[in-house]
T-cell receptor, first 113, second 115 residues
Framework: SQQGEEDPQALSIQEGENATMNCSYK?????LQWYRQNSGRGLVHLIL?????REKHSGRLRVTLDTSKKSSSLLITASRAADTASYFC?????????????FGQGTRLTINP | DAGITQSPRHKVTETGTPVTLRCHQT?????MYWYRQDPGHGLRLIHY???????DKGEVSDGYSVSRSKTEDFLLTLESATSSQTSVYFC??????????????FGPGTRLTVL
């Protein structure tokens, strides 16, 4: 399976602290994406980093990508209660002309007030 | 909101019955996807479509079929539902930007229970 692994599976921190989630994958990728899912809702795209990029920022989000280690990390700075959600990494692959995303199992983040 | 709706939003059915889930988009995007989400497995791709009448299998396609007779609708059919198909089903679309694989936009999901 190409499925990625996310670490940790669950993370609980205090509001204002930084949250770091990690993602590892097995095969070469075109890009890696992070999504957020609030309870009972669909996934929302957060940020995309291409295979030739090493770091990307978007607001309080910082994503890094190390293709030599086949790993990525998502950092959320100055966390807020509204950041409580599950976070998924997804690797984008080309396969015979098809374009597919392979999702990790997710990290459940809880921000305590 | 990428203009994606799914119907029904909730369904309870019995083993052996056929079930069809509908995904509807309003923005004429070329690519559409069906995923299922189960605890401990994240999202897994069932089938996808890259145009009208153009579909292909994903990672967990056994027991599922799809059809896309017009751009805006992508149907997922469980020919004979089994309890292992109890899951939350998500539809997603992707804009066509050529060779680059860009982000997908997800619908609200359909919670299916097979008794």
């Amino acid at each position: 399976s190409q499925q990625g692994e996310e670490d940790p599976q669950a993370l609980s921190i205090q509001e204002g602290e930084n949250a770091t989630m990690n993602c590892s994958y097995k095969t070469s990728i075109n890009n890696l994406q992070w999504y957020r899912q609030n309870s009972g809702r669909g996934l929302v795209h957060l940020i995309l980093i291409r295979s030739n990029e090493r770091e990307k920022h978007s607001g309080r989000l910082r994503v890094t990508l190390d293709t030599s280690k086949k790993s990525s990390s998502l950092l959320i700075t100055a966390s807020r209660a509204a950041d409580t959600a599950s976070y998924f990494c997804a690797t984008a692959h080309s396969q015979g002309g098809a374009q597919k995303l392979v999702f990790g199992q997710g990290t459940r983040l809880t921000i305590n007030p | 909101d990428a203009g994606i709706t799914q119907s029904p939003r909730h369904k309870v059915t019995e083993t052996g019955t056929p079930v069809t889930l509908r995904c509807h988009q309003t923005e004429n995007h070329r690519y559409m996807y069906w995923y299922r989400q189960d605890p401990g497995h994240g999202l897994r791709l069932i089938h996808y479509s890259y145009g009208v009448k153009d579909t292909d299998k994903g990672e967990v396609s056994d027991g599922y079929s799809v059809s896309r007779s017009k751009t805006e609708d992508f149907l997922l059919t469980l020919e004979s539902a089994t309890s292992s198909q109890t899951s939350v089903y998500f539809c997603a679309i992707r804009e066509d930007r050529g060779l680059f694989i860009d982000e997908q936009f997800f619908g609200p999901g359909t919670r299916l229970t097979v008794l």
